[in-house]
């Protein structure tokens, strides 16, 4: 059998939906500059998909320091994997400004987040050991389970943000891990990407008192958004000291590319030399650099930024609960709203045409595999550059999208497009 051949059987549970979703639900193209208006197939939009929380992605002086490292270094500067010629003292400035910033001791700066979790997993596990994670975690999480070398039956699932199903997988870690030598790694997220909850740092590093483990945790949205100071959920829950490898994207609120793992010298020291993604792949180019510690610099420096997307944040969830809408158990500043109801995703589909066509109101539809089979979520994500008067629109907007939902409109329009398709196929 060719290889290829599987590809004329489908494009997967997402690409499903490709013959009618492809440029309008997935790959839609927003112009424009970034930020809470933009164009969407020439009509300007309130746009609340952008993971930009403190709205630095055009601040001036980050626009500035952009272009000064562009202009200064280059794209290709420096040229060369960090252990072979493309090391350089801004690099690792940079990586001593973050580990300060999270309260750890060094940080390793990582060109991606996905891969760079990924290759932090693979580094540390080897096959004597055993991992116990939160059954809600980032795929970039489960992937890098997946790169474990032990055999399958040796990582371990914990219901989400569940200490008594922790602790009875921390039990069987730890009978497993007395045969084989091996240490016990916990991983889990600050906060949880599609529901907004924050997971339960503190009680897990409190269940140190009586296991023997590591913590490996993902802050990719809670890094510069969570804790008085932004440091990220470990900062918000007091249990800093407790965190043994902290993990950030710099796609989130520094938006930007990039990310860093955080803890103490011995283990950044071992990570720098046996992650093999970084071991073998060129530095993160010094524009990233440069313009990293600018957007840290601000993160550091104006609190205001974080005040005024908590206030987005507050308006917005309030509103939602007070108009009837389920936005979950979220504490953050991510904001699902999840539909309930006999509503297939057709119906869904569109709701969200009517509101980007009718209302120019952009967000995100989520389905399954994202979020689990039959679960039909809208995702908002409030940043600082929105206004309460951009709360207000949306609000209103999301109270006539659910009577219509409510009184049958999407049923039936769903029905008419249905329709329409099956004669053009």
């Keep these: 059998m060719d290889i290829f051949d599987k590809v ?3 494009l997967g549970p997402i690409g499903a939906h490709a013959h009618y979703s492809h440029h309008y639900f997935t790959f839609p193209k927003l112009t424009g500059e970034l930020g809470p208006r933009m164009t969407f197939m020439g009509k300007e939009m309130l746009n609340w998909s952008l993971n930009n929380y403190l709205g630095l992605a055009n601040h001036p002086e980050v626009r500035e320091a952009d272009n000064k490292g562009t ?34 001791e060094d940080a390793f700066l990582l060109n991606f987040g996905y891969q760079g979790v990924m290759s932090v997993i693979e580094c540390i596990c080897d096959r004597n050991d055993v991992i116990v994670y939160d059954a809600e975690a980032h795929a970039c999480l489960i992937d890098g389970i997946r790169l474990h070398k032990a055999k399958m039956g040796d990582y371990y699932k914990f219901n989400h943000n569940d200490m008594d199903s922790l602790r009875k997988n921390l039990e069987r870690a730890t009978k497993k891990v007395a045969e084989t030598g091996g ?10 990407g599609m529901s907004g909850k924050v997971g339960s740092l503190d009680e897990i590093v409190k269940m140190k008192e009586d296991f023997n483990f590591r913590i ?17 959920v470990h900062e918000a829950l007091n249990c800093i000291d407790g965190i043994d490898l902290y993990f950030s994207t710099f796609a989130k609120s520094m938006a930007a590319i990039g990310a860093f793992v955080a803890a103490s010298k011995e283990i950044v ?7 093999r993604s970084q071991i073998y792949a060129k530095a993160l180019p010094m524009p ?5 510690m600018k957007r840290l610099e601000l993160i550091k420096k104006h609190p205001e930024f974080r005040e005024k997307l908590w206030e987005n944040v507050r308006a917005i969830q309030t509103g939602f609960k007070a108009k009837g809408f389920d936005v979950g158990e979220t504490t953050s500043p991510v904001t699902p709203i999840f539909l309930h109801g006999d509503y297939e995703l057709s119906h869904v589909t569109a709701l969200v045409r009517d509101m980007r066509e009718n209302m120019g109101v952009f967000c995100s539809i989520v389905t399954y595999p994202v979020v689990p089979k039959g679960q039909i979520m809208l995702r908002i994500i409030p940043t600082a550059s929105h206004t309460l008067e951009d709360v ?32 053009l196929a």
């Design 392 to 423: 207000a629109y949306t609000l209103d907007c999301f109270e006539k999208v659910q009577q219509r939902l409510q009184d049958g409109t999407y049923r039936r329009i769903a029905e008419e497009f249905l329709a329409q398709q099956a004669e």
């Design 288 to 292: 990233f650099v440069v313009g990293g």
């Design 183 to 192: 240490g016990i790694l916990v991983i889990t997220e600050g906060v949880f």
């Design 71 to 104: 202009q200064d270094y280059g794209l290709a500067y420096p040229m060369g994997a960090r252990m072979m010629s493309g090391n350089s003292d801004l690099h690792e400035e940079f990586e001593a400004q973050l580990a300060e910033f999270v309260g750890k």
């Design 269 to 275: 020291m071992f990570l720098k030399y046996n992650m």
């Design 216 to 232: 490996l945790v993902d802050d990719a949205h809670g890094f510069g958004t969570m804790g008085p100071n932004g440091r990220g």
């Design 8 to 10: 004329s059987k489908g």
